[in-house]
T-cell receptor, first 114, second 110 residues
Framework: KAGVTQTPRYLIKTRGQQVTLSCSPI?????VSWYQQTPGQGLQFLFE???????NKGNFPGRFSGRQFSNSRSEMNVSTLELGDSALYLC?????????????FGPGTRLTVT | GDSVTQMEGPVTLSEEAFLTINCTYT??????LFWYVQYPGEGLQLLLK?????DKGSNKGFEATYRKETTSFHLEKGSVQVSDSAVYFC?????????FGAGTRLTVKP
């Protein structure tokens, strides 16, 4: 079974631009979560989608948004990029939101904002 | 809110040494507990889990026991290998989301 895939793996953008990251979950998984990982803040939860609906959201500004499609694939968008948005963005999928909330992570997209 | 606190690293050990990485949690409900491992350049991989008090999770020689009385889930391995060098994350989940600890970097030297 294929794992979680994320594209692109690496991205360099300029301040003020916007970016879209993509995540394809494990087949059959309906829940997709996004995290931002930085050396200073560690792993921070961005949002979770389940059956095309955002079910939970972390404490990030409105510049960060996402969506999920009917095939469970998900995208996240960051508008008006800032230098502090440079991070590894991780996507994780799970079968459902019932316990145990076991998530499977993709390799991440490394975003660098210059 | 729910949170996870794990020992700060980095931790450096010699091959075949005993490993303990401490993890304590704060939760209002009855969370599930996890250890994830992140190798360089990769995403997180689930290492082990425990869903209720006194459960012991184990995988690849690593073990952790869900201790409700001490709100802890310490990770242990009896004999580490160079290939265990990675960052280890303790995490909890209680219905709605997952909370991760800050991560502990382990380096094992031959």
């Amino acid at each position: 079974k294929a794992g979680v895939t994320q594209t692109p793996r690496y991205l360099i953008k300029t301040r003020g631009q916007q970016v879209t990251l993509s995540c394809s979950p494990i087949s059959g998984h309906r829940s997709v979560s996004w995290y931002q990982q930085t050396p200073g803040q560690g792993l921070q939860f961005l949002f979770e989608y389940f059956s095309e609906t955002q079910r939970n959201k972390g404490n990030f500004p409105g510049r960060f948004s996402g969506r999920q499609f009917s095939n469970s694939r998900s995208e996240m968008n960051v508008s008006t990029l800032e230098l502090g948005d440079s991070a590894l963005y991780l996507c994780a999928s799970s079968l459902a939101r019932d316990k145990p909330y076991e998530q499977y992570f993709g390799p991440g997209t490394r975003l660098t904002v210059t | 809110g729910d949170s996870v606190t794990q020992m700060e690293g980095p931790v450096t050990l010699s091959e075949e040494a005993f490993l303990t990485i401490n993890c304590t949690y704060t939760a209002t409900g009855y969370p599930s507990l996890f250890w994830y491992v992140q190798y360089p350049g990769e995403g997180l991989q689930l290492l082990l889990k425990a869903t209720k008090a006194d459960d012991k999770g184990s995988n690849k020689g690593f073990e952790a026991t869900y201790r409700k009385e001490t709100t802890s889930f310490h990770l242990e391995k009896g004999s580490v290998q160079v290939s265990d060098s990675a960052v280890y994350f303790c995490a909890l989940s209680d219905r709605n989301d997952m909370r991760f600890g800050a991560g502990t970097r382990l380096t094992v030297k031959p």
